[in-house]
């Protein structure tokens, strides 16, 4: 491969991958905005305060409920994605680790796993990563309709990027 093929070949790539880094930022920036607008500080302590804007009336309405375990997917999906050097072969793997991992974490916030998590964990409670996963666990609520969010996140994520990635070629 000479030098202008490899300055093309890699100049694509790093359009395909700022492409897909872009609209993973737009998703999650998105998912931030449900959380500043409509869901209470108290709800989600890693939020300051001072950022929490929530009011009496949800701007995203019922589904900001559902909507942040959509967008969590497709943010952190394509995130990798973009990250990735051969993105193309990888891009449905990364898909499915992300829906891997929120749905580990939903399935974390039904009581009787939390329950089990905290008396299984109890002697690592002192560790503040522990701590903090069974905080948001014991905070959050399971819903099937965020299971099947987080699913249909994982699909949109992966047509996206095929279809950035496919655009390109």
Same mark, same amino acid.
């Given at each position: 491969?000479? &030098?202008?093929? &490899?300055?093309?070949?890699?100049?694509?790539? /790093?359009?395909?991958? %700022?492409?897909?880094? !872009?609209?993973? !930022?737009?998703?999650? %920036?998105?998912? +931030?905005? @449900? #959380?500043?607008?409509?869901?209470? =500080?108290?709800?989600?302590?890693?939020?300051?305060?001072?950022?929490?804007?929530? +009011?009496?009336?949800? %701007?995203?309405?019922?589904?900001?409920?559902?909507?942040?375990?959509?967008? =969590?997917?497709?943010?952190?999906?394509?995130? $990798?994605? +973009?990250?990735?050097?051969?993105?193309?072969?990888? /891009?449905?793997?990364?898909?499915?680790?992300?829906?891997?991992?929120?749905? !580990?974490?939903?399935? $974390? *916030?039904?009581?009787?796993?939390?329950?089990?998590?905290?008396? =299984? !964990?109890?002697?690592?409670? =002192?560790?503040? @990563? %522990?701590? /903090?996963?069974?905080?948001?666990?014991?905070?959050?609520?399971?819903?099937? &309709?965020?299971?099947?969010?987080?699913?249909?996140?994982?699909?949109?994520? #992966? +047509?996206?990027?095929?279809? @950035?990635?496919?655009?390109? *070629?």
């Amino acid at each position: 491969m000479d &030098k202008v093929t &490899k300055l093309v070949t890699h100049k694509a790539t /790093n359009d395909v991958n %700022i492409r897909i880094l !872009l609209t993973g !930022l737009i998703f999650l %920036i998105m998912g +931030s905005l @449900i #959380y500043l607008l409509d869901r209470s =500080h108290t709800l989600f302590p890693l939020i300051p305060i001072q950022l929490n804007f929530t +009011s009496e009336i949800a %701007i995203f309405g019922r589904m900001g409920f559902y909507l942040p375990s959509l967008f =969590h997917v497709v943010a952190f999906s394509l995130i $990798g994605i +973009s990250l990735l050097r051969n993105y193309s072969k990888y /891009n449905l793997a990364c898909c499915l680790f992300w829906v891997m991992i929120n749905l !580990l974490f939903e399935i $974390g *916030q039904a009581s009787s796993v939390t329950k089990f998590l905290k008396d =299984h !964990l109890f002697e690592y409670q =002192h560790n503040a @990563i %522990i701590n /903090n996963i069974l905080l948001f666990f014991e905070l959050g609520t399971f819903d099937w &309709k965020d299971m099947v969010s987080t699913v249909i996140g994982g699909f949109i994520a #992966y +047509s996206i990027s095929w279809f @950035i990635i496919v655009r390109k *070629q």
